[in-house]
Protein backbone atom coordinates (compact mmCIF):
# COMPACT_ATOMS: atom_id res chain seq x y z
CA UNK A 1 0.00 0.00 0.00
CA UNK A 2 1.61 3.58 -0.70
CA UNK A 3 1.94 5.88 2.33
CA UNK A 4 -1.15 8.44 0.49
CA UNK A 5 -3.34 4.85 0.77
CA UNK A 6 -1.85 4.14 4.59
CA UNK A 7 -2.32 7.80 5.39
CA UNK A 8 -6.54 7.54 4.10
CA UNK A 9 -6.75 4.14 5.84
CA UNK A 10 -8.06 0.69 4.60
CA UNK A 11 -10.89 1.05 1.82
CA UNK A 12 -14.61 -0.18 3.90
CA UNK A 13 -15.94 -3.83 3.24
CA UNK A 14 -19.25 -1.92 1.89
CA UNK A 15 -17.21 -0.02 -0.81
CA UNK A 16 -15.29 -2.66 -1.50
CA UNK A 17 -17.46 -5.69 -1.46
CA UNK A 18 -19.81 -4.09 -4.16
CA UNK A 19 -16.92 -2.81 -6.30
CA UNK A 20 -15.52 -6.58 -6.49
CA UNK A 21 -19.30 -7.94 -7.47
CA UNK A 22 -19.46 -5.24 -10.21
CA UNK A 23 -16.18 -6.07 -11.26
CA UNK A 24 -16.95 -9.76 -11.26
CA UNK A 25 -20.62 -8.96 -13.40
CA UNK A 26 -18.34 -7.54 -16.09
CA UNK A 27 -15.42 -10.02 -16.42
CA UNK A 28 -17.37 -13.62 -15.76
CA UNK A 29 -19.61 -13.16 -18.95
CA UNK A 30 -16.72 -12.57 -20.83
CA UNK A 31 -14.52 -15.69 -19.69
CA UNK A 32 -17.67 -17.75 -20.40
CA UNK A 33 -17.73 -16.39 -24.03
CA UNK A 34 -14.18 -16.97 -23.88
CA UNK A 35 -14.66 -20.65 -22.46
CA UNK A 36 -17.40 -21.72 -24.77
CA UNK A 37 -15.35 -21.14 -27.87
CA UNK A 38 -14.77 -23.76 -30.04
CA UNK A 39 -11.18 -22.38 -30.91
CA UNK A 40 -10.50 -24.83 -33.50
CA UNK A 41 -12.63 -23.50 -35.81
CA UNK A 42 -12.27 -19.97 -35.21
CA UNK A 43 -9.57 -19.36 -38.06
CA UNK A 44 -12.45 -21.35 -40.69
CA UNK A 45 -14.73 -18.85 -39.80
CA UNK A 46 -12.61 -15.58 -39.73
CA UNK A 47 -11.57 -16.67 -43.17
CA UNK A 48 -14.88 -17.46 -44.30
CA UNK A 49 -16.64 -14.76 -47.19
CA UNK A 50 -19.76 -14.70 -45.23
CA UNK A 51 -18.08 -13.50 -42.04
CA UNK A 52 -15.33 -11.48 -43.96
CA UNK A 53 -18.04 -9.50 -45.68
CA UNK A 54 -19.98 -8.96 -42.42
CA UNK A 55 -17.22 -7.48 -40.69
CA UNK A 56 -16.07 -5.45 -43.76
CA UNK A 57 -19.75 -3.94 -44.08
CA UNK A 58 -19.62 -3.43 -40.20
CA UNK A 59 -15.94 -1.47 -40.39
CA UNK A 60 -17.11 1.00 -43.39
CA UNK A 61 -20.50 1.29 -42.24
CA UNK A 62 -19.70 1.96 -38.53
CA UNK A 63 -17.00 4.69 -39.65
CA UNK A 64 -18.76 6.19 -42.24
CA UNK A 65 -21.35 6.43 -39.35
CA UNK A 66 -18.95 8.56 -37.05
CA UNK A 67 -17.56 10.15 -40.17
CA UNK A 68 -21.66 11.62 -40.49
CA UNK A 69 -21.05 11.97 -36.25
CA UNK A 70 -18.49 14.16 -36.65
CA UNK A 71 -19.37 16.24 -39.72
CA UNK A 72 -23.07 17.34 -38.08
CA UNK A 73 -22.07 16.65 -34.52
CA UNK A 74 -19.62 19.00 -33.48
CA UNK A 75 -21.85 22.26 -34.69
CA UNK A 76 -24.39 21.06 -32.49
CA UNK A 77 -22.07 20.40 -29.58
CA UNK A 78 -21.14 23.41 -30.03
CA UNK A 79 -24.11 25.36 -30.01
CA UNK A 80 -25.38 23.66 -26.99
CA UNK A 81 -22.09 24.87 -24.95
CA UNK A 82 -21.39 27.83 -26.49
CA UNK A 83 -24.27 29.96 -27.59
CA UNK A 84 -27.68 30.75 -25.94
CA UNK A 85 -30.41 30.62 -27.00
CA UNK A 86 -34.70 29.75 -26.83
CA UNK A 87 -35.46 26.03 -26.13
CA UNK A 88 -31.67 25.16 -25.76
CA UNK A 89 -33.07 22.91 -23.01
CA UNK A 90 -35.48 20.84 -24.83
CA UNK A 91 -32.86 20.07 -27.53
CA UNK A 92 -30.67 18.62 -25.41
CA UNK A 93 -33.32 16.77 -24.12
CA UNK A 94 -34.14 15.71 -27.81
CA UNK A 95 -30.58 14.76 -28.25
CA UNK A 96 -30.49 12.33 -25.60
CA UNK A 97 -33.79 10.67 -27.08
CA UNK A 98 -31.91 8.02 -28.90
CA UNK A 99 -30.58 6.95 -26.09
CA UNK A 100 -33.40 5.92 -24.31
CA UNK A 101 -35.21 4.46 -27.15
CA UNK A 102 -35.57 0.68 -27.68
CA UNK A 103 -33.04 -0.02 -30.63
CA UNK A 104 -36.04 -1.46 -32.51
CA UNK A 105 -38.02 1.85 -32.06
CA UNK A 106 -35.25 3.83 -33.32
CA UNK A 107 -35.50 1.95 -36.60
CA UNK A 108 -39.32 2.37 -36.64
CA UNK A 109 -38.96 5.82 -36.14
CA UNK A 110 -36.34 6.35 -38.97
CA UNK A 111 -39.12 3.94 -40.98
CA UNK A 112 -41.14 6.60 -40.56
CA UNK A 113 -39.20 9.47 -42.06
CA UNK A 114 -37.09 7.80 -44.43
CA UNK A 115 -39.56 5.26 -45.86
CA UNK A 116 -41.52 5.12 -49.11
CA UNK A 117 -44.56 6.17 -46.69
CA UNK A 118 -42.46 8.23 -44.24
CA UNK A 119 -42.74 11.69 -43.49
CA UNK A 120 -39.39 12.65 -45.80
CA UNK A 121 -39.90 8.95 -48.32
CA UNK A 122 -41.89 11.06 -50.89
CA UNK A 123 -39.35 13.89 -51.13
CA UNK A 124 -36.57 11.46 -51.41
CA UNK A 125 -37.97 9.09 -54.09
CA UNK A 126 -38.59 12.19 -56.53
CA UNK A 127 -34.81 13.03 -56.20
CA UNK A 128 -34.70 9.41 -56.93
CA UNK A 129 -33.28 8.02 -53.14
CA UNK A 130 -34.25 5.10 -51.55
CA UNK A 131 -32.72 4.64 -48.12
CA UNK A 132 -34.63 1.87 -46.49
CA UNK A 133 -32.73 -1.97 -47.19
CA UNK A 134 -29.72 -0.39 -48.53
CA UNK A 135 -25.77 -0.26 -47.30
CA UNK A 136 -26.67 3.73 -46.74
CA UNK A 137 -29.62 2.84 -44.27
CA UNK A 138 -27.33 0.95 -42.29
CA UNK A 139 -24.96 3.84 -41.92
CA UNK A 140 -27.86 6.69 -40.68
CA UNK A 141 -29.11 4.06 -38.10
CA UNK A 142 -25.83 3.25 -37.12
CA UNK A 143 -25.59 7.42 -37.44
CA UNK A 144 -28.81 7.72 -35.41
CA UNK A 145 -27.87 5.31 -32.39
CA UNK A 146 -24.28 6.81 -31.92
CA UNK A 147 -24.74 10.57 -32.53
CA UNK A 148 -25.92 11.07 -28.86
CA UNK A 149 -23.21 9.51 -27.47
CA UNK A 150 -20.43 11.64 -29.71
CA UNK A 151 -22.41 15.17 -29.28
CA UNK A 152 -22.43 14.53 -24.84
CA UNK A 153 -19.01 13.18 -25.11
CA UNK A 154 -18.01 17.06 -27.02
CA UNK A 155 -20.24 19.22 -25.17
CA UNK A 156 -19.00 18.72 -21.96
CA UNK A 157 -15.66 18.85 -22.76
CA UNK A 158 -16.57 22.09 -24.46
CA UNK A 159 -18.00 23.39 -21.06
CA UNK A 160 -15.11 21.62 -19.20
CA UNK A 161 -12.95 23.91 -21.28
CA UNK A 162 -12.36 27.58 -20.04
CA UNK A 163 -14.56 29.72 -21.82
CA UNK A 164 -12.64 33.10 -20.87
CA UNK A 165 -10.44 31.65 -23.69
CA UNK A 166 -12.82 32.10 -26.61
CA UNK A 167 -13.66 35.92 -24.61
CA UNK A 168 -9.71 36.48 -24.92
CA UNK A 169 -9.58 35.47 -28.38
CA UNK A 170 -12.55 37.73 -29.51
CA UNK A 171 -11.21 40.91 -27.72
CA UNK A 172 -8.24 40.19 -30.27
CA UNK A 173 -10.05 40.33 -33.23
CA UNK A 174 -10.74 36.85 -33.71
CA UNK A 175 -14.26 35.92 -35.13
CA UNK A 176 -16.64 33.22 -33.90
CA UNK A 177 -15.64 30.60 -36.81
CA UNK A 178 -11.69 31.21 -36.44
CA UNK A 179 -12.08 31.31 -32.69
CA UNK A 180 -13.92 27.94 -32.55
CA UNK A 181 -11.47 26.62 -35.37
CA UNK A 182 -8.13 27.62 -33.12
CA UNK A 183 -9.25 27.72 -29.34
CA UNK A 184 -12.59 25.95 -28.61
CA UNK A 185 -11.89 22.81 -31.09
CA UNK A 186 -8.12 21.94 -29.56
CA UNK A 187 -9.09 22.81 -26.12
CA UNK A 188 -11.82 19.98 -25.97
CA UNK A 189 -9.47 17.49 -28.08
CA UNK A 190 -9.66 15.42 -25.44
CA UNK A 191 -13.67 15.00 -25.32
CA UNK A 192 -13.52 14.61 -29.36
CA UNK A 193 -11.66 11.63 -29.36
CA UNK A 194 -13.25 10.19 -26.74
CA UNK A 195 -16.87 10.85 -28.17
CA UNK A 196 -15.32 9.34 -31.50
CA UNK A 197 -14.59 6.35 -29.88
CA UNK A 198 -17.25 5.97 -27.54
CA UNK A 199 -19.51 6.48 -31.23
CA UNK A 200 -17.53 4.30 -33.13
CA UNK A 201 -18.25 1.64 -30.03
CA UNK A 202 -22.02 1.99 -30.44
CA UNK A 203 -22.32 2.07 -34.29
CA UNK A 204 -20.63 -1.51 -34.48
CA UNK A 205 -22.16 -3.25 -32.10
CA UNK A 206 -25.62 -1.47 -33.28
CA UNK A 207 -28.38 -4.26 -34.30
CA UNK A 208 -32.62 -3.29 -33.39
CA UNK A 209 -32.32 -0.19 -35.31
CA UNK A 210 -30.10 -1.83 -38.15
CA UNK A 211 -32.27 -4.43 -38.93
CA UNK A 212 -35.15 -2.98 -38.10
CA UNK A 213 -34.57 0.13 -40.76
CA UNK A 214 -31.82 -1.87 -43.41
CA UNK A 215 -32.74 -5.74 -43.00
CA UNK A 216 -30.47 -8.21 -43.23
CA UNK A 217 -29.44 -8.95 -46.61
CA UNK A 218 -25.66 -11.00 -46.83
CA UNK A 219 -23.06 -8.27 -48.35
CA UNK A 220 -25.36 -5.58 -48.17
CA UNK A 221 -26.99 -4.89 -44.91
CA UNK A 222 -25.70 -7.99 -42.95
CA UNK A 223 -23.09 -6.52 -40.27
CA UNK A 224 -21.59 -8.45 -37.57
CA UNK A 225 -24.19 -8.20 -35.03
CA UNK A 226 -27.05 -9.48 -37.33
CA UNK A 227 -24.27 -12.32 -38.14
CA UNK A 228 -24.52 -13.25 -35.37
CA UNK A 229 -28.15 -13.21 -34.85
CA UNK A 230 -28.36 -15.19 -37.65
CA UNK A 231 -26.09 -17.95 -36.22
CA UNK A 232 -27.30 -18.02 -32.85
CA UNK A 233 -30.76 -19.62 -34.20
CA UNK A 234 -29.08 -22.02 -36.44
CA UNK A 235 -25.57 -22.51 -35.21
CA UNK A 236 -24.92 -21.14 -31.27
CA UNK A 237 -21.17 -22.61 -31.66
CA UNK A 238 -20.45 -20.18 -35.06
CA UNK A 239 -22.66 -17.39 -32.89
CA UNK A 240 -19.85 -17.58 -30.30
CA UNK A 241 -16.93 -17.63 -32.48
CA UNK A 242 -18.66 -14.66 -34.61
CA UNK A 243 -19.08 -12.60 -30.96
CA UNK A 244 -15.34 -13.12 -29.65
CA UNK A 245 -14.26 -11.76 -33.11
CA UNK A 246 -16.22 -8.85 -32.71
CA UNK A 247 -15.29 -8.91 -29.05
CA UNK A 248 -11.50 -8.91 -30.31
CA UNK A 249 -11.42 -5.97 -33.08
CA UNK A 250 -13.19 -3.68 -31.27
CA UNK A 251 -10.91 -4.27 -27.88
CA UNK A 252 -7.80 -4.65 -30.37
CA UNK A 253 -9.01 -0.89 -31.93
CA UNK A 254 -9.77 0.54 -28.83
CA UNK A 255 -6.52 -0.43 -27.09
CA UNK A 256 -4.93 1.06 -30.21
CA UNK A 257 -6.80 4.40 -30.01
CA UNK A 258 -6.28 4.54 -26.34
CA UNK A 259 -2.28 4.23 -26.84
CA UNK A 260 -1.55 6.10 -29.59
CA UNK A 261 -4.30 9.12 -29.21
CA UNK A 262 -6.22 9.21 -25.79
CA UNK A 263 -2.90 9.08 -23.99
CA UNK A 264 -1.40 11.93 -25.82
CA UNK A 265 -4.58 13.62 -25.69
CA UNK A 266 -4.94 13.36 -21.95
CA UNK A 267 -1.27 14.72 -21.80
CA UNK A 268 -2.15 17.53 -23.41
CA UNK A 269 -5.33 18.49 -21.50
CA UNK A 270 -3.23 18.12 -18.25
CA UNK A 271 -0.82 20.98 -19.63
CA UNK A 272 -3.48 23.31 -20.27
Known amino acids: MSRRGAALGRPPLLLLAPALVAGAFLVLPVVALLARTPWSTVIGQVTSPAVVDALRLSLVTSLLAVAVDFVIGVPLAWCLA ?62 FVSLPFFVLAVEGALRASNREYDVVAATLGAGRWTTFRTVSLPLAGSGLLAGLVLAWSRALGEFGATITFAGNYPGTTRTMPNAIYVELQADPDTAVVLGVI ?20 LRASVRR
Open 82 to 143: RVDFPGRSLVRALVIVPLVLPPVVGGVALLSTFGRSGLLGPALERIGVSLPFTTAAVVVAHA
Open 246 to 265: LMVVSVAVLALLREQWFDAA
